[in-house]
């Protein structure tokens, strides 16, 4: 495969660099887009009791992905809407609101709900192998595989899963990379 510039920022969740992880996808996330994750998100994958720790602690010190800590003004952005979700997703959302990024990856249903209902820019994991194979870099074959996969370890309902193969070029072309 070529190496592609990175052109696009992700903000990127605890659960979907899991998800990406586990399905070996994480490699080439990491070396599509320009990643970014909150403080909150990095504590949580780098916790000495998560199994693949030292594996996003040495992508940090490879600097495959950057870890930013909130402004102060990601404070005005709060509300009970935002309180209501896990700090990972809501450091995330903030993090956004604060103007970094071009969109967010989160597979958090109660956040993907609060950035639709906001208009904000977001995928989930499941998105990202269709993504490839419309730009070229996954083959079908690939793709449908690397599906596959999410859909065994992630969460996901019918109605998502429906949603997300349904999608096309004219959709997800504001996340090509």
């Not at 399905?23 to 780098?46: H, N, Q």
């Not at 103007?99 to 109660?110: C, Y």
């Amino acid at each position: 495969m070529e190496k592609k510039e990175k052109t696009k920022t992700v903000l990127l969740d605890s659960s979907s660099a899991i998800l990406l992880e586990k399905t070996d996808l994480l490699k080439l996330f990491l070396g599509t887009y320009e990643v970014i994750l909150t403080r909150a998100v990095f504590d949580e994958l780098t916790n000495n009791s998560y199994p693949s720790a030292r594996l996003f602690l040495r992508n940090y010190s490879n600097s495959h992905f950057r870890v930013m800590t909130l402004p102060e003004s990601a404070g005005n952005y709060k509300t009970d809407e935002l309180a209501s979700l896990n700090w990972g997703e809501r450091e995330t959302i903030l993090q956004f609101l604060s103007g970094t990024g071009d969109f967010i990856m989160l597979d958090d249903g109660k956040a993907a709900k609060y950035c639709t209902k906001h208009k904000l820019p977001f995928i989930n994991t499941l998105l990202f192998p269709i993504i490839l194979h419309i730009c070229g870099i996954l083959p079908i074959a690939e793709r449908q595989a690397k599906i596959e996969e999410i859909v065994a370890i992630g969460r996901y309902s019918d109605k998502i899963e429906e949603m997300a193969l349904g999608f096309g070029s004219k959709e997800l072309e504001p996340f090509f990379p």
